[in-house]
């Protein structure tokens, strides 16, 4: 072997190594920078309804944390509501209903939709209690009913709604959504 060849095969080893630690340290730099600047700045969640896929029926017996889950969905998409919300909402109502009453509704969706448009509120529903009545597949969800012009709320007041269920296939859908008189 003759020294002068290992001696610069040792240097071009020793380069690259050297250049390997750069690049690392660069990296790790790199990596300390953009962790301190995610950590400086603000961040907002934005909390969405779940979304909920199918529901099972099994031996002829639904899920009542579906249901009630399903209920929620329906009750948050028809009734908190803002201009930029609308499409989300009628994704919904159409996602979790019924065949036969999707159509309908789809209207009484649009409706409501449609007065949200024309005078540019907002509505918020804040469920309190949810009652069962599996043997007809009816969710009762009281609660109070919020709306807002800008971020001013204009009105509230207590507001009972009525879900209707039936069995479709292997799966619970929405066949009919009504307010009915709060329970003062």
Do not use: C
């Amino acid at each position: 072997m003759n020294v002068s060849v290992l001696s610069r095969k040792m240097k071009a080893a020793q380069r690259a190594r050297n250049l390997l630690a750069v690049f690392l340290g660069l990296s790790i730099a790199t990596n300390f920078a953009l962790s301190y600047r995610i950590s400086q700045t603000d961040s907002q969640v934005v909390l969405i309804p779940s979304r909920v896929s199918d529901g099972m029926v099994a031996r002829g017996a639904a899920d009542i944390r579906y249901i009630e889950a399903l209920s929620l969905d329906a009750v948050y998409a028809m009734y908190t509501v803002s201009p930029a919300t609308i499409r989300y909402g009628r994704d919904v109502i159409e996602r979790i209903a019924a065949a036969p009453d999707r159509a309908r509704l789809l209207a009484a969706y649009d409706d409501i939709a449609d007065d949200i448009r024309l005078r540019r509120i907002s509505t918020v529903f804040r469920p309190g209690r949810i009652g069962h009545d599996l043997q007809r597949l009816q969710i009762t969800v009281d609660g109070t009913l919020a709306t807002y012009l800008d971020t001013t709320e204009v009105t509230n007041g207590p507001r009972r709604i009525l879900l209707t269920f039936v069995e479709e296939g292997a799966s619970i859908r929405l066949s009919r959504i009504e307010l009915l008189e709060a329970e003062e």
